[in-house]
């Protein structure tokens, strides 16, 4: 036997919200705390009126019920580099001594990138970071540099 669904403190709130609502996942939050609890929809019944997954139904009145009855925001856009070393203004100005030489003498030596690298972060850093670092700061191998001026005509 299924369980009963709960959140009828927020049922009212629900109903606000299923008047008031002006996005799609509002309507659907208000849905999904309504049916079951005023038509004793199940979970599976549910999931089918609002055309999403189980465990996505389950979700959508988890969160308004956690919010305490208010809209909660499931979309947020997540972005960003959740796993970096340093910020971006923290690369720059270690990358700068390295990419002025470079400029000077021509030539980046990536292996001591790496070696000052490592001892910043105070762990071996694998050597495609390294190089994903100098990419994100328009650093371009030599040879690349070459390909790309014979390739361009004039």
Same mark, same amino acid.
């Not at 996942?25 to 049916?35: D, F, H, M, N, P």
């Not at 947020?76 to 070393?85: F, L, P, Q």
């Not at 972060?121 to 994100?136: F, I, K, Q």
């Given at each position: 036997m299924a369980r009963s669904a709960g959140g009828?403190?927020?049922?009212?709130?629900?109903?606000?919200m299923l008047v008031n609502a002006k996005t799609?996942?509002?309507?659907?939050?208000?849905?999904?705390?309504?049916?079951p609890l005023e038509y004793g929809f199940?979970?599976?019944?549910?999931?089918a009126v609002l055309?999403?997954?189980?465990?996505?139904?389950?979700?959508?009145?988890?969160?308004? *019920?956690r919010n305490a009855g208010k809209p909660a925001v499931s979309f947020?856009?997540?972005? !960003? $580099?959740?796993?970096?070393?340093? #910020?971006t203004v923290e690369e720059k100005a270690f990358l700068a001594p390295f990419l002025d030489k470079a400029e000077k003498s021509g *030539?980046?030596?990536v292996g001591e990138v790496k070696q000052a690298l490592d001892s910043k972060? !105070? $762990?071996?850093?694998?050597?495609? #970071?390294?190089?994903?670092?100098?990419?994100?700061h328009n650093w371009q191998s030599p040879v690349q540099e070459k390909k790309r001026h014979q390739a361009s005509p004039g």
């Open positions: 009828l403190e927020f049922l009212a709130a629900a109903k606000e799609i996942e509002e309507l659907r939050q208000a849905q999904a705390v309504i049916l199940s979970i599976e019944q549910l999931a055309g999403v997954s189980r465990g996505w139904a389950c979700q959508l009145r988890q969160r308004f *019920i947020v856009k997540r972005g !960003g $580099r959740r796993r970096e070393n340093m #910020s *030539i980046l030596v972060l !105070g $762990r071996e850093v694998a050597l495609t #970071s390294v190089y994903n670092l100098l990419h994100r």
